[in-house]
């Protein structure tokens, strides 16, 4: 259960398999295409974090030259998947080494070619790709081979290399700058052979290609092995190093280390699942993707929304990364959770920059963040699909929720870590900016005497600008708690920590508002049926039931929220109240959350990949694995099955589904396995029916604990 596999070649979903085959790590993501395709079949050398901009485009990461186009021909025509006839094709990802094959059979006027190329990208860190394409037929035959670099990239909203250099020198070279930083992405292949056959060099539609003729024998197999290296801002020196220590390496022995160096990083995350096999691969399959993505080999980074598949979201790092990702690494791999933290606290100027533009105080973070904190989002961020005009969204300047989903995050790190240090390095004086963004964002309602919180957009971002969410006020509620405890937790302090940072930033006034002002925010009640109203006025909003919401819709990618169809009415995108139980689990009753559960689930879309996971947990909170079980099933298998949302309006949204991954490893460990973290940890089981037992491993407080549970046992023990 390690291996995701398709069969056959469907046109449809090159695009879905693009992500659904995926390799990398966080510094390069290699989408999972065929060596022949091209810009229009969605191909990305993607190098998140590498920002750019072109005119008033929207600013995003960039995608470098792709060193992997490669294409065979017999006589002048190309063996194609388009055209050519295929006996049979497959495509395969081992996730156990994050290894990628292809393999199609063509039948070429009664000649039989396969083709089976593999690559792998080194998850040592460095920008490393190593592929090899074979060829065996079973006739002889003359063939050729041109293997490359394509320099016709695919972009949203490109192109973003200028000023190409190219060079033939024993490697193909080629360098590009980008337009806002000039910064300098290069491109570099090396093809070595079985058979010492020599290429010839030929340019050709913007590639640079090394063409390879030979006379092929029935049933002898022609190996011709690819490296290649992109550079950010190296020089040729430098990366004609990387080039050769490859070569010299080897394909094999590269892949020899890679399997080493993934077998200790599924050694801290795997799940076993046992009694489920389509469950086991699938959670599986989200680990998969959160080992990619995890940024345990920076000190400061974090994880783009749609992870390292592309240009969706500008790249940009969301609420997604603290609140869906971070449990996972907390468990696994405290390095990768730390950095995560890191990345906030460096954009602590950028946040306070954006409050400033507002009008407010303190820290306000980006809705998606980009370096240092920059907030990529638009104003506009939907394309409305009758008008072809741009939506006004609210999603930058109202989901003020974001500082402080930040600051839960901090919290859940120092609880699992106690590792107080972060504070001075920067966190203390995040969490107190933050509570200051939030004194100046709010408003104390004199005849209510509470703090409130207006105009805002809760995590079901279809209704915008309302007013006392309960997700975000709650949020709001524990920040300034969290002040607080922190002041009570330094008071002894002989460094005097806590108050010469109140007198760094000037903060004395702030901290007696909270004072006054912790226990009146104002907190949405529970009625008398338990139930929360997600924001003021919600419960007078149109009572229609999803599916007849959904018949309305004249155009399948139709924006739904704002003055959308689910503007004026009870239909939320995502989980929103479900959240906050969730994050606040032991603040509510369980009847508040059954009651809750039951009210809210239908009235959901599910519109975001965030949501169904919260559900989940709630689910398997209230005893209701079954209800758990889709649930689960459908975060976990969101990039295996590619059911997801592709535009949001006319905007292009695809790509894997890091959140969903996250939610699913949560619904795993926090749900079925019912893990509690305390002082002690506890276990509640609920497994689903079908699960008969599961095992795992976490790390808290400096130890690791390896458990295993049945439905009605479990055991766990420090290792
Ligand atoms: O962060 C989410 C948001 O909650 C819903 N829209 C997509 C974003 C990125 O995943």
Same mark, same amino acid.
């Given at each position: ?15 879905? /398999?693009?992500? *659904?085959? =995926? ?6 993501? %290699?989408?999972? !295409?065929?060596?022949? $395709?091209?810009? &229009? ?58 290894? /990628?094959?292809? *393999?199609? =059979? ?6 039989? %070619?396969?083709? !089976?190329?593999?690559? $792998?990208?080194? &998850? ?596």
């Amino acid at each position: 259960m390690w291996h995701i596999k398709e069969e056959g070649f469907d046109i449809n979903k090159i695009a879905h /398999y693009g992500n *659904k085959f =995926l390799i990398g790590h966080l510094n390069l993501g %290699v989408r999972g !295409t065929l060596d022949e $395709f091209g810009k &229009a079949e969605m191909v990305a050398c993607h190098l998140p974090f590498i920002y750019d901009q072109v005119g008033q485009g929207w600013r995003e990461p960039v995608n470098a030259f792709n060193p992997l186009y490669t294409r065979l021909y017999q006589g002048s025509s190309s063996l194609d998947v388009f055209k050519s006839k295929i006996i049979s094709h497959e495509q395969i990802l081992d996730i156990s080494a994050g290894l /990628y094959t292809r *393999k199609t =059979l063509f039948d070429d006027e009664g000649v039989e %070619v396969l083709i !089976t190329s593999k690559r $792998f990208i080194c &998850a040592s860190g460095k920008r490393r790709i190593f592929g090899v394409y074979q060829i065996e037929t079973n006739q002889d035959i003359s063939l050729t081979l041109k293997t490359g670099i394509d320099l016709n990239v695919w972009d949203l909203h490109g192109p973003h290399l200028e000023d190409v250099i190219k060079e033939v020198d024993g490697s193909l070279y080629v360098f590009g700058k980008t337009h806002e930083k000039g910064q300098i992405i290069s491109t570099a292949k090396k093809v070595t052979n079985s058979h010492n056959f020599k290429a010839s060099y030929q340019e050709d539609d913007q590639k640079m290609l090394e063409v390879y003729q030979f006379d092929a024998k029935a049933k002898e197999i022609y190996q011709f092995y690819q490296y290649a290296y992109i550079g950010v801002d190296e020089t040729k020196a430098v990366i004609e190093a990387e080039m050769n220590d490859m070569v010299t390496l080897g394909f094999n022995q590269a892949y020899v280390d890679q399997k080493n160096i993934w077998r200790s990083m599924w050694d801290d995350a795997d799940v076993e699942i046992v009694g489920d096999d389509f469950a086991q691969l699938a959670l599986r399959y989200s680990i998969y993707h959160l080992l990619i993505l995890s940024p345990r080999l920076s000190k400061n980074s974090s994880i783009p929304a749609r992870g390292i598949s592309g240009q969706t979201y500008k790249g940009a790092i969301f609420w997604d990364t603290e609140i869906f990702m971070l449990p996972f690494y907390l468990n696994t791999d405290l390095n990768s959770a730390k950095s995560i933290i890191k990345y906030r606290i460096s954009g602590l100027k950028g946040a306070k920059e954006k409050a400033k533009s507002y009008g407010y105080q303190g820290a306000f973070y980006a809705w998606e963040s980009q370096e240092n904190g920059f907030d990529a989002c638009t104003d506009y961020n939907v394309t409305d699909v009758f008008t072809n005009r741009p939506v006004r969204t609210y999603f930058k300047d109202k989901q003020v929720h974001i500082s402080g989903d930040i600051v839960y995050a901090i919290k859940s790190y120092i609880d699992r870590t106690k590792d107080d240090e972060i504070l001075m390095e920067g966190a203390l004086e995040l969490i107190l900016e933050v509570a200051r963004f939030y004194l100046s964002y709010g408003r104390y309602n004199l005849l209510l005497d509470r703090f409130e919180i207006l105009d805002v957009l809760g995590p079901d971002e279809y209704h915008e600008r309302v007013s006392n969410n309960a997700f975000t006020n709650k949020l709001v509620s524990m920040v300034f708690e969290t002040v607080i405890q922190y002041e009570k937790q330094f008071k002894d302090d002989k460094n005097m920590f806590f108050y010469n940072l109140v007198k760094k930033i000037d903060f004395y006034k702030e901290l007696s508002l909270i004072k006054d002002l912790v226990h009146k925010v104002y907190l949405k009640e529970v009625d008398k049926d338990h139930l929360i109203e997600q924001f003021d006025g919600y419960n007078r909003l149109k009572d229609i039931s999803k599916d007849e919401l959904l018949k309305q819709k004249l155009h399948p990618n139709e924006y739904l929220g704002g003055s959308g169809l689910a503007g004026d009415t009870k239909i939320i995108k995502q989980a929103d109240v479900i959240t906050m139980l969730y994050l606040f689990k032991n603040d509510y009753e369980k009847e508040i959350h059954e009651k809750n559960f039951h009210y809210y689930e239908p009235l959901t879309e599910h519109g975001s990949s965030l949501s169904s996971s919260m559900y989940a947990l709630i689910a398997c909170h209230i005893g209701k694995p079954e209800y758990a079980y889709p649930l689960f099933m459908k975060s976990a298998t969101i990039d295996i099955t590619g059911e997801s949302k592709t535009y949001a309006g006319k905007i292009y949204i695809g790509g894997t589904h890091p959140a969903a991954s996250g939610g699913a490893y949560m619904t795993a460990i926090y749900g079925f396995a019912g893990l509690k973290i305390g002082d002690i940890l506890e276990l509640e089981p609920r497994l689903p029916e079908s699960f008969k037992k599961m095992s795992f491993k976490i790390k808290h407080l400096g130890k690791q604990y390896q458990i295993n549970l049945t439905k009605d046992h479990y055991d766990m023990k420090e290792i």
